[in-house]
């Protein structure tokens, strides 16, 4: 079965500090790789997703993922945060054959601090 | 990139009534869509997939009875979840997929007093 780990439950950072999320994934085929961002009480927003091709994939709001098979993770980053990028941010899996539900790791809080 | 609507985005409802909650693609045909809940301060887990024409398939522990879905239509499918009690209280989120990657409705955020 299809599983993803954010170890971090909350990181509190400084508003321009960069920034690292961290995911891993267990899927027993090549995964569909997703990264999404929550305010509170919203729907999800798709920050960037891998599927194949060049492992370092980057997404909106200034947000980069990079793939990493040995290792089994698909960890976001930005070099810079801004205040407005406090949220949840989840990180996902799906099978590679399209159309199919979405795993979800527990999430990560997020806090800017001025 | 695909819109999915999700109505209404929050209702409150008295124990025992029952409520639906729609969710519709608007500018693509889905014959699969994914219904989620999420607690407070958790992550998503799914509850159903919903299949047009056909039964919805439940999630292990997801009562059936309690939360009915219909996909009568390639661009809706709703939820309804039956004589809701308190403990249904929770957000719920749908999403769709016209190809690999998944669009979500905005929620609905249900209260059960």
């Known amino acids: 079965a299809q599983s993803v780990t954010q170890p971090d439950i909350h990181i509190t950072v400084s508003e321009g500090a960069s920034l690292e999320l961290r995911c891993n994934y267990s899927y027993g085929a090549t995964p569909y790789l997703f990264w999404y961002v929550q305010s509170p009480g919203q729907g999800l927003q798709l920050l960037l997703k891998?599927?194949?091709?060049?492992?370092l994939v980057q997404g909106i709001k200034g947000f980069e993922a990079e793939f990493k098979r040995s290792q089994s993770s698909f960890n976001l980053r930005k070099p810079s945060v801004h205040w407005s990028d406090a949220a949840e941010y989840f990180c996902a899996v799906g099978a590679n054959f399209g159309n199919e539900k979405l795993t979800f790791g527990t999430g990560t809080r997020l806090t800017i601090i001025p | 990139g695909a819109v999915v609507s999700q109505h209404p985005s929050w209702v409150i409802c008295k124990s025992g009534t029952s409520v639906k909650i729609e969710c519709r693609s608007l500018?693509?045909?889905?014959?699969?869509m994914f219904w989620y809940r999420q607690f407070p301060k958790q992550s998503l887990m799914l509850m159903a997939t919903?299949?047009?024409?056909?039964?919805?398939?439940?999630e292990q522990g997801v009562e059936k009875d309690k939360f009915l879905i219909n996909h009568a239509s390639l661009t809706l499918s709703t939820l309804t979840v039956t004589s809701a009690h308190p403990e249904d209280s929770s957000f719920y989120i749908c999403?769709?997929?016209?190809?690999?990657?998944?669009?979500f409705g905005q929620g609905t955020r249900l209260t059960v007093v």
């Open positions: 919903s299949n047009e024409g056909s039964k919805a398939t439940y």
């Open positions: 891998y599927f194949s091709g060049d492992t």
């Open positions: 500018d693509f045909q889905a014959t699969t």
């Open positions: 999403s769709a997929a016209p190809g690999p990657e998944a669009f």
